[in-house]
């Protein structure tokens, strides 16, 4: 019988005698595995297996039995959306899919507010091509920029967007689907329905006997509940590793200068613009004609960055007058921008991008 222990890092495993694996990496007699800081993972090994490990244990015998519904998945192939609330251990799973079936996987990271593959706001599609401690290492191959944080803002969009990666993409044996955290409330509901309806998967992995009882009796036959554990980050947690993601993009991208009107419109002063019709003006001065929107809150904006048709990075505004704009980007070459729902100060703390109509 396999025991299963869950261990922080930093720390080394070496195994002495027999074998152990840790999210779908095996690790033989004499060799060492290295596990990063405040990393959390499992580690499943047989009765007869030695280890010399000095890695913080959170918890003893377990028993999830992850590996052996992964790998059965894995050997049928199929497509698998994972639903659960943050935090129960979805990107966990997809990693552990990412370890198990590395040459016929494609994954979607569909979690807008805790990316994975990519930054926050965007959903990402990867065919990964090793296995990993950490999926946040390998990249993506393609992306769609949704612009928020939370598919609440807009739910058919949001699966709008992880059903086109989904259809546009290379076809592999497996596909696995890690969805976001949002479970809670009807329109949660209806926006997880919409998705299934659309993607229709051979397996939905839930975390939460609640959510599979709540599906549709068509999926319920089809849904896998796994055993979870109460590893939650908190909310500053969340919110510092979304800082972080934002900080090490930005840090190696590079002013490029555009038109203005490639985003707000046609520029009719410093801080007045005309948008097909509508002036958006930068300032709540009166008087105030159409929508208006503060320039410290539009100074920050996150932008998808498109080219030939595809999103192909991330942008940042950081300067606009009246004719021009200056973003930081990795990426010089595109033929336009998205504008999205959140923007960063100079502490890469999000905002909300609201633009409010006039009074007058």
């Not at 949002?182 to 397996?203: A, R, V």
């Not at 947690?237 to 038109?259: D, G, L, Q, S």
Request: proline fraction near 3%.
């Amino acid at each position: 019988m396999k025991k299963e222990q869950i261990i922080q890092g930093p720390c080394t495993i070496k195994v002495l005698e027999g074998e152990a694996r840790i999210i779908g990496i095996d690790i033989r007699k004499n060799d060492s595995l290295t596990i990063p800081s405040n990393k959390t993972y499992t580690i499943v090994y047989d009765n007869n297996t030695k280890l010399e490990m000095n890695c913080k244990k959170l918890l003893n015998n377990v028993n999830l039995g992850w590996d052996q519904i992964v790998q059965e998945i894995v050997d049928t192939g199929g497509v698998v959306v994972l639903l659960g609330n943050t935090d129960s251990g979805k990107t966990y799973l997809a990693n552990l899919f990412t370890n198990l079936a590395t040459s016929y996987l494609k994954i979607i990271d569909a979690d807008v507010g805790q990316s994975t593959l990519f930054l926050p706001t965007f959903i990402a599609e990867l065919k990964p091509m090793r296995k990993t401690l950490n999926l946040e290492e390998l990249g993506y191959d393609s992306l769609e920029f949704f612009g928020d944080i939370t598919p609440s803002t807009n739910p058919r969009l949001h699966v709008q967007k992880i059903v086109r990666l989904y259809e546009t993409t290379p076809k592999e044996k497996l596909t696995v689907i890690d969805t976001d955290g949002w479970t809670n409330g009807l329109n949660s509901m209806l926006h997880k329905f919409e998705l299934l309806y659309t993607i229709d998967p051979d397996y939905i992995i839930v975390f939460d006997q609640k959510i599979k009882d709540y599906l549709p009796e068509n999926y319920r036959n089809r849904a896998i509940l796994l055993k979870s554990i109460n590893l939650r980050k908190s909310r500053s947690e969340r919110r510092a590793n979304r800082i972080t993601k934002y900080e090490r993009y930005f840090n190696e991208a590079n002013n490029v200068k555009i038109p203005s009107e490639n985003v707000l419109g046609k520029p009719i002063s410093d801080i007045l613009y005309y948008a097909w019709g509508e002036y958006i003006q930068l300032s709540d001065e009166e008087p105030c004609v159409g929508h208006y929107i503060s320039l410290n809150l539009l100074k920050g904006a996150l932008l998808g960055i498109i080219e030939n048709k595809k999103v192909v990075g991330a942008a940042l505004l950081v300067n606009l007058k009246e004719n021009e704009i200056t973003i930081l980007s990795r990426v010089n070459k595109f033929t336009g921008l998205v504008l999205g729902y959140i923007s960063l100060n100079d502490k890469f703390q999000e905002r909300r991008i609201r633009f409010r109509k006039c009074k007058s």
